[in-house]
């Protein structure tokens, strides 16, 4: 008899954002999924308010400063390769995203990874097929965040994670928010790049001088002006990917999604106010630095305790000798990942009814 055919799994998540995190973690899921033998693909939601916002940030990444004229080449750039990178994934037939219930069909639904029950983001913020509705199939999350929310979750909004079979989160903040409003203790699992780690670019040149890689922006002085002295003491230039940074020796602004995870891999350490910077520097064994914009915080300090590195996180009291060492060797996270790896790919093979 011929194989039964593989089931088919729809994956609900940021996949369009021009955001290096939101691409990868969207990627290293559906792919991730795919391996397991499964039918899996990204649910190609669209919508033209949220395709206008997505566009506008990503000329003026940098808010609440202002991107110089000059730099808009670059961005632009960095958006077409965004473009080019999302019609390689494993996508769905389109659907609005506010008429879910024209989807195609599906056996079963991952709602997750990113900020998908975020009610306070700026653009995708209470869209209700995140929640299920409108929804006819069966229903799971994985690594699902409410980001930066910190109010407890409406009932209204509640009722509706209830009809999910399964839910996982990948921080405490979205743990405690759950669990206050539905009464369910989640899992805790992974981000996607870290469950699942991406092979590393073929295509990429590597560098040919050492460096410090720069992700994020409006980095507080405090930190610039110790990290930029630390790398000169280092003789290490400091290369920032994706957004101006003007301490930085080098703006990569039109990096694209491969040649962003090529940097991080090719660089001596990590400095970064962002969740995927820290999860790509983890990935990848470097050296780490955060400082979490009141935006990320959530998902950094949770990121980081989860897996026992908080000694990356500085602060303005931080002193220098503390960037010295922490730019000297990766955290010590191997054992607390590898336990965690194994943990979450358990409760996706068995969210998934998957043979362990």
Known sequence: MPAPAPRRVGILTFHRCINYGSYWQARALAEGVRAMGVDARLLDHQDDRVARLELRCAFRPILPAATPRSDFPAYAAKTR??????????????????????MPPCDRIIVGSDEVWNLDHPWYGGAPAFFGQGIDAPLLSYAASFGNQARPLPASWAAHL?????????????????????GRDPAMVLDPCLLFPPAPPADVEPERHPYLAVYGHNFPAWLSDTVRAEARRRNLRLVSIGYRNDWADEQRLSAS??????????????VTNFFHGCVFAILNGKPLVTAPTAYRANKIHGLLAKLGGENALVTAATDAPTYAALLDAPLPLEARLMQLRHASARYLRAALDLPA
Do not use: K, M, Y
């Open 162 to 182: 209830d009809a999910f079979s399964t839910l996982s989160v990948r921080d405490e903040n979205s743990r405690r928010i759950l669990t206050a409003a539905t």
């Open 257 to 270: 999604p491969d040649q962003f995870a090529a940097l991080v891999a090719g660089s001596q350490g990590v």
């Open 81 to 102: 390769s965004f473009r080019a990178a999302w019609e390689s994934l494993p996508l769905s037939a389109p659907f609005p995203l506010h008429r879910p219930q024209e």
